[in-house]
């Protein structure tokens, strides 16, 4: 089977980032998965993706937006995403939030109906992978995944499987044990396709 996997990155650490090596791991895990992979990749951290501003809107409203549309484009054309995002400042990296802000459009990635809001990117698979250096899963400093689930689900993102790097600058072994657990979760969540792929 073949799929598009759009990936992206958004450490400020690049290559060296945690989020970034586990996001090799997933991709390097899929690839054993499925035999064509035609990989994207976006590098949130490189500064190339502006705060969507009044110039944005504009240019949307224009018709002459290059980069949204490129975004866009690429989130539609993908089967898999997959989004490092490291916590700083206890929520989503800025650039991430930029690219949200630039690939949320109306009529094209979701839609208002008489229901409410509705999403129009379908059929997608979402890995998230969230590195911390403290501990806030299910906590109130959590904020990165109040934004987060309710983002992908706005525009149709609703297959979503959620990786955990915690602790990662806690004294000890909390580091290493929990980059161990995190790639143990990456295993898991991909042998899954695997059995699916073979029912
Ligand atoms: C600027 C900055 C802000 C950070 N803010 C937080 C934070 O609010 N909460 C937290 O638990 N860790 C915080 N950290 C630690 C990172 O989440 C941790 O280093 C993690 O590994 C980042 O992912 P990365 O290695 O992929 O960049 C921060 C790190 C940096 C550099």
Known sequence: MSVNILRINASIFGENGVSSQLSNTLLQNLQTVYRNVDIVERDAASGDIPHFNANTLQQINDG???????LIEEVKNADIILLAM????????SELKSWFDHIARAKVTFTYTENGPKGLLENKKVYVITTRGGIHRDKSTDGQMPFLNTMLSF???DDVSYIYAEGLNMSG????KNITLAKQQIEELVSEINSEALS
């Open 155 to 157: 525009v149709g993102l």
């Open 86 to 93: 490291p916590m700083y400042n206890f929520g989503v990296p």
């Open 173 to 176: 072994d909390t580091r290493e």
């Open 64 to 70: 002459k937006a290059e980069l949204a549309d490129t």
